[in-house]
Each structure stands twice: as C-alpha cells, then as structure tokens.
C-alpha cells in the first residue's frame, strides 16, 4: 500500500511534466501550437488573443500547480482519511473546480469581447477538452477512496 501512495504522490508532482508529454504525443507539438493549429486569427486580433491566451496560461499554471498540492495532500492521506479529512479534500475539490470554471470563463469573456465569439468559443472548447482528458488521466492513475479498505 505504501508503494501505491509514493507512485501516487510522485505522478501528482509530475503532472505539468506529463501535461507537456501529452500535448506532444496526441498532437505531436506544445499545447500552444495545437491551439494556434485552431484558432487562426491574424495582425491586432492575433496580437492580442496571444496577449490574453498567455495571461490565461500563466493563471492556469497556478491553478496546476494548487492542484498538484491537492493531489498530494490526497496521497499523503490517503491511508489515513477519516470523515473530516475526506470531507476537507472534497471541499477543497469542489472549490478548485469552481476556481477553474470562473478563470476559464473570464477569459471565454475577455477573449470574446476583444477579438469575437468564434475564437473565444474555440478556446473554451479547446481548454475544456485538455482539462477534461488530464483529469481523466489523472483519475485513472490514483485509487477511489476506500478502494483499499479492508
């Protein structure tokens, strides 16, 4: 048991690494080029969707790196978890999802706003997608909790 809560605390701190790796094996490039690969926009438009898409990228990065802390957390606990320690982490899963969801969608706005609907649309879709395929990833590497109770 203590093998599987070490492999989990390690692949929790790896994840940005295995984010990149991901990118890179499902579109053969950095997420930045899969995006620009999508959204094509030129002269100012393109200037300033950049603009915002890397101001995007380096809240969100934040927000990784609050939940590899989590993730950790999670495994550090994992052979401990009693009805308040779980009752903690699920409190704190739900309010980093509803952090993501409200920086995601301030973008959708800022985006849309300054360079139109289409391409604010196809960020969302596109990032939406990403998180979704890493949190299942993530998902299907550390074990339910209770899994491994007697």
Do not use: C
């Amino acid at each position: 048991m203590m093998g599987m809560v070490a492999v989990l605390a390690i692949s929790a701190q790896a994840q940005t690494k295995e984010e990149v790796e991901f990118y890179q094996a499902i579109f053969g490039m950095e997420k930045k080029a899969v995006v620009a690969e999508w959204i094509t926009l030129e002269g100012e438009a393109a200037n300033i969707f950049w603009t915002l898409y890397d101001e995007y990228e380096s809240a969100r990065k934040l927000h990784g790196q609050k939940r590899l802390a989590l993730l950790n957390r999670y495994a550090l606990q994992y052979e401990s978890l009693d009805d308040a320690k779980t009752d903690q982490l699920m409190k704190d899963m739900i309010s980093l999802g509803k952090d993501y969801d409200k920086l995601i969608q301030k973008y959708y706005k800022s985006i849309r706003k300054s360079v139109g609907a289409k391409p604010a649309a196809q960020f969302y879709q596109l990032e939406v997608y990403f998180q979704s395929v890493i949190r299942l990833e993530i998902l299907e590497q550390i074990p339910f909790i209770g899994e491994f109770d007697d």
